[in-house]
């Protein structure tokens, strides 16, 4: 017989020819009992692919209730192509099968350099092969459905592929950089310059190692008290003190702090014979650019000479606080001659620009 030459199985004639919209089904033994019966159809919850276009309605399990819908399924195994070129999928008594889809998930996908990963299989339609790759991993490869742990000992970014099918066919499913791998930073950092004079300001260099990609910076005693650049700079220290300075640096390996205690040492303002008289200067020593305060807002006659005793600079005010600049004179120690228009008092002052 044709059915049985074509699955190798044994079959009953029935004269008939079934309806694929669907319709009732009884089968009767030679006692005309009757041994099962249902009612197909070809609307959902039933498989609608058998509707005249080639596949078979298939009874996944005998054990279960054949007049449940869900316990059928459309047959996807080729069979044969008739004489009329017509394809038909059918496979009696084995079943039934789905397309296979590949997925599978990672215990951690962010590892430290020589960790290892766990990967679990989570691909539908009962696959019967798997076959995985790890690029960057070690074993690169692996062939079933649980692989090993995977070690990593290499920093970077790896893709990760499973390959799997079953007798409906193929799947794969590739995931891109999907493990990353490195290390946490290690935290470090420099200042310029670490003591300096109430009022001057420092500029910090982050020195971190492993890439790190956030900031935070502390500064005791410092303005802005915190920062979250990678180097920041002209940090102001307006009070005498020795500070401390944290820095934490972070990237999705981990994070680090470094403490320097007692790091940045601010000295008080100017030296002793500026501290009283008419006015005092501030900060002292300096790099060239420093201040003259003058608390009574008193009308005054400054000049500056250098030590061969010429005057290089002069200038009149009566303002609360004049700024001066001997920046393109060079380092040295000058001296600041102060007059009082009104009174003829004068002092003297030394600056020291180094």
């Known amino acids: 017989?044709?059915?049985?030459?074509?699955?190798?199985?044994?079959?009953?004639?029935?004269?008939?020819?079934?309806?694929?919209?669907?319709?009732?089904?009884?089968?009767?033994?030679?006692?005309?009992?009757?041994?099962?019966?249902?009612?197909?159809?070809?609307?959902?919850?039933?498989?609608?692919?058998?509707d005249g276009n080639g596949p078979s309605?298939?009874?996944c399990d005998p054990s279960l209730d054949n007049a449940v819908p869900?316990?059928?399924?459309?047959?996807?195994?080729?069979?044969?192509?008739?004489?009329?070129?017509d394809s038909l999928f059918a496979s009696p008594g084995t079943g039934c099968s789905s397309w296979p889809v590949a997925d599978f998930v990672?215990?951690?996908?962010?590892?430290?350099?020589?960790?290892?990963?766990?990967?679990?299989?989570l691909s539908t339609g009962d696959p019967l092969e798997w076959v995985w790759t790890f690029p960057g991993g070690t074993p690169g490869a692996y062939v079933g459905q649980t692989p090993p742990p995977i070690a990593y000992n290499t920093a970077g970014s790896y893709n990760v592929i499973l390959y799997i099918s079953n007798a409906a066919g193929t799947s794969t499913e590739e995931k891109i950089d999907y493990i990353n791998v490195g290390n946490a930073p290690v935290a470090d950092f420099s200042a310029n310059p670490t003591s300096l004079y109430v009022g001057e300001t420092v500029?910090?260099?982050?020195?971190?190692?492993?890439?790190?990609?956030t900031w935070l910076w502390e500064f005791?005693?410092?303005?802005?008290?915190?920062?979250?650049?990678?180097?920041?700079?002209?940090?102001?220290?307006?009070?005498?003190?020795?500070y401390d300075v944290t820095l934490t640096v972070s990237n999705i390996f981990g994070s680090d702090v470094m403490l320097k205690e007692n790091y940045i040492d601010v000295l008080p303002m100017g030296i002793g014979e500026n501290q009283a008289g008419l006015v005092y200067i501030y900060p002292n020593p300096n790099n060239g650019a420093f201040?003259?305060?003058?608390?009574?807002?008193?009308?005054?006659?400054?000049?500056?000479?250098?030590?061969?005793?010429?005057?290089?600079?002069?200038?009149?005010?009566?303002?609360?606080?004049?700024?001066f600049n001997l920046e393109s004179l060079g380092k040295g120690i000058y001296f600041i001659q102060i007059r009082d228009m009104e009174s003829g008092q004068k002092a003297s002052r030394k600056v020291v620009v180094r």
Request: glycine share 8%; no cysteine.
């Open 291 to 323: 201040n003259v305060a003058n608390p009574g807002n008193l009308s005054l006659e400054i000049r500056v000479f250098n030590l061969l005793g010429e005057m290089v600079q002069s200038s009149t005010t009566s303002q609360g606080v004049m700024g």
């Open 220 to 242: 005791e005693g410092g303005q802005p008290a915190t920062s979250a650049l990678q180097n920041p700079a002209s940090i102001l220290y307006p009070f005498e003190g020795i």
């Open 57 to 59: 309605l298939t009874f």
């Open 70 to 85: 869900e316990n059928w399924n459309v047959s996807i195994e080729l069979a044969f192509i008739n004489t009329e070129g």
């Open 106 to 121: 990672a215990d951690i996908t962010v590892v430290t350099t020589g960790g290892s990963v766990n990967f679990t299989d």
């Open 203 to 213: 500029d910090f260099t982050d020195l971190s190692t492993n890439t790190p990609d």
């Open 1 to 50: 017989m044709a059915f049985e030459a074509a699955y190798g199985l044994p079959s009953y004639q029935y004269s008939g020819a079934l309806n694929n919209s669907g319709e009732f089904v009884e089968i009767r033994n030679s006692y005309d009992m009757v041994v099962d019966s249902l009612t197909y159809d070809d609307a959902a919850p039933w498989p609608m692919d058998p």
